[in-house]
């Protein structure tokens, strides 16, 4: 599965203007109006980075405030708390937020939260079409308008502890304006899709867990040393899978669990990681299309941006440091 490194966004907004705060969350799926529910006592602290499908905002509070969403959202939203309470108010029914119990729910179902005086909580909003798709190409059949999650998390132990901390981590990190590669972002956005969608109980929980366990490591690593054997080949995934002795879906869950990523991302990575050695000790006749092309890279510009992501350099430059 080729996906491009998303590019960070970065916003912040803080102070005691209700409509600031309301204009801040707003999105263009969806409006968002606050209501300060004890005059003059409203202050907020919102930080946001952006990452392609998931957006996190993390949000300090004071005061008691009520937040209403206008219309449909088109997100999934992880409500990750941290201190104070909320209630996050549903299409037909009210989920109580607090230190340890996480709420994911549809935005389509969200209508607003209620905030009792100090709150902090860290929002991750993904494309739900986007988690719908992932599922889709995990059991091998179109997964539709029937995919829905159980709203409550726990987060004190186990999955949910583990979401909860990988959400943390990817905002801290994505937080850091001289942070890791995009491309680095790309696969930890990677592992909270997988992670969720492997952990949390949701719609189609029952299907991805039945008949069969996910890869072993040795499935695994049978089909990489397939890929060393055959870098400079035309590789499909289907011949990466009959080479390690399981199923596509086996080996997808496998490489998720055991390297964070697909197997098709995990061969284009020893790819281009092969021609960083050979643009920096490999022949002189060669240029850097015909070494690019050599490992099955012709689409020039798209390798050029590929590799850049990886090594935080253009493939020009890593030829000028040859000896």
């Known amino acids: 599965m080729k996906?491009?490194?998303?590019?960070?966004?970065?916003?912040?907004?803080?102070?005691?203007?209700?409509?600031?705060?309301?204009?801040?969350?707003?999105?263009?799926a969806s409006s968002v109006t606050v209501e300060p529910l004890d005059q003059g006592k409203l202050s907020f602290r919102c930080d946001m980075v952006s990452l392609g499908p998931m957006t996190l905002i993390k949000a300090a509070y004071e005061g008691r405030m009520r937040n209403t969403r206008h219309a449909e959202g088109d997100k999934l939203l992880v409500v990750l708390p941290d201190e104070g309470t909320a209630n996050i108010r549903g299409l037909s029914e009210?989920?109580?937020?607090?230190?340890?119990?996480?709420?994911?729910?549809?935005?389509?179902?969200?209508?607003?939260?209620?905030?009792?005086?100090?709150?902090?909580?860290?929002?991750?909003?993904?494309?739900?079409?986007e988690?719908?798709?992932?599922?889709?190409?995990?059991?091998?059949?179109?997964?539709?308008?029937?995919?829905?999650?159980?709203?409550?998390?726990?987060?004190?132990?186990?999955?949910?502890?583990?979401?909860?901390?990988?959400?943390?981590?990817?905002?801290e990190g994505g937080s850091n304006i001289a942070s890791l590669p995009p491309?680095?972002?790309?696969?930890?956005?990677?592992?909270?899709?997988?992670?969720?969608?492997?952990?949390?109980?949701?719609?189609?929980?029952?299907?991805?867990?039945?008949?069969?366990?996910?890869?072993?490591?040795?499935?695994?690593?049978?089909?990489?040393?397939?890929?060393?054997?055959?870098?400079?080949?035309?590789?499909?995934?289907?011949?990466?899978?009959?080479?390690?002795?399981g199923s596509t879906r086996a080996l997808q869950l496998g490489f998720q669990q055991f390297k964070f990523t697909s197997p098709m991302r995990y061969l284009k990575d020893l790819r281009l990681q092969a021609v960083h050695k050979e643009l920096l000790t490999g022949d002189n006749v060669r240029t850097i299309a015909q070494v690019a092309q050599t490992w099955q890279f012709f689409q020039l510009g798209r390798f050029a941006a590929d590799y850049h992501s990886r090594f935080g350099e253009l493939p020009s430059q890593t030829f000028s440091k040859r000896g």
């Open 131 to 171: 988690m719908q798709r992932r599922l889709s190409v995990i059991l091998e059949t179109s997964v539709g308008d029937n995919f829905a999650f159980h709203p409550e998390i726990d987060l004190s132990n186990g999955a949910g502890c583990l979401l909860g901390q990988l959400a943390n981590f990817i905002f």
């Open 183 to 245: 491309s680095v972002f790309a696969n930890l956005s990677d592992a909270f899709f997988n992670l969720a969608l492997g952990s949390l109980q949701h719609s189609f929980s029952d299907r991805l867990h039945a008949g069969g366990a996910t890869a072993s490591p040795r499935q695994v690593k049978r089909a990489i040393e397939f890929m060393r054997a055959h870098l400079h080949e035309v590789l499909t995934l289907e011949q990466i899978v009959q080479a390690s002795g």
């Open 3 to 28: 996906k491009n490194s998303p590019t960070i966004i970065r916003a912040a907004e803080s102070g005691n203007d209700p409509d600031r705060l309301a204009h801040f969350l707003s999105t263009s």
């Open 94 to 129: 009210d989920f109580a937020s607090a230190p340890g119990k996480g709420v994911i729910i549809d935005a389509v179902h969200n209508r607003g939260f209620d905030i009792a005086e100090r709150r902090r909580h860290l929002t991750v909003a993904v494309d739900r079409t």
